[in-house]
């Protein structure tokens, strides 16, 4: 069984087959085969649910924090990062329905396509039992949203890394860039140089995921120093 029905499965969240299979079906598959439904009204109220799901949780778990940083961390959890890589922890890429063109480019491990599809399984749950989206809403993302509070500026490691830079008055930030492979299945590597010193690169199919690995790698490796985020 995939990794995601495995935990509808723990949760006791139920998902229609027919949302279900909606959901997974992205408009590259609807494309290839007569037009048919795709998964994107499904996104829509998906986007929508996790949204509110995040922010009660935020409200509630944080009644300190300013509007500012709330809506922060709400931004960066509910981002195409954060959901790609809920999506890729539990095997969604496995599940979606992809045309051609996009099996041949890896579309299965894209993170606009993972966060895209994860948006529409909530967004099917809800239509299915809302009580079961909230709780799975809550499981998959209560873990992130306590990560961003952690790291100071949500999951966004990039803006993470700059103000850890900063914060500590480190010097100057910047990155630089490398590409590797054929036009279809490129891979893309980002050192992150501040000042004179470079860091543990990072790697991905696209330069804002390579980017955003070679920030966490950085901050990490700062913050394991005893570099602090500004609080």
Request: glycine content about 10%; overall charge negative.
């Amino acid at each position: 069984m995939p990794a995601f029905l495995e935990l509808l499965e723990g949760l006791d969240v139920r998902i229609e087959p027919e949302l279900l299979d909606l959901a997974l079906t992205h408009r590259s598959y609807s494309y290839e085969h007569g037009q048919i439904p795709n998964n994107e009204r499904l996104e829509f109220l998906g986007d929508a649910v996790l949204s509110i799901v995040v922010t009660e949780y935020l409200y509630r778990a944080y009644p300190d924090f300013p509007e500012g940083r709330l809506a922060k961390l709400r931004a960066a959890v509910v981002s195409a990062v954060s959901l790609g890589d809920v999506a890729r922890a539990h095997d969604v890429g496995a599940m979606v329905k992809l045309g051609k063109g996009e099996i041949s480019t890896h579309g299965a491990d894209k993170t606009s396509i993972l966060a895209d599809t994860m948006e529409a399984l909530i967004g099917a749950a809800y239509i299915t039992d809302t009580a079961g989206a909230r709780r799975l809403v809550d499981a998959v993302f209560r873990p992130v949203v306590d990560e961003a509070v952690e790291l100071g500026s949500g999951l966004d490691w990039k803006t993470a890394l700059q103000e850890l830079v900063a914060a500590n008055g480190l010097g100057s930030l910047g990155y630089e860039m490398s590409e590797s492979g054929p036009d279809h299945d490129k891979t893309f590597t980002a050192w992150v140089v501040i000042g004179e010193r470079g860091f543990q690169p990072g790697s991905g199919h696209s330069k804002k995921h390579a980017e955003q690995i070679a920030a966490e790698n950085a901050a990490r490796a700062l913050e394991a120093e005893g570099y602090q985020f500004e609080a």
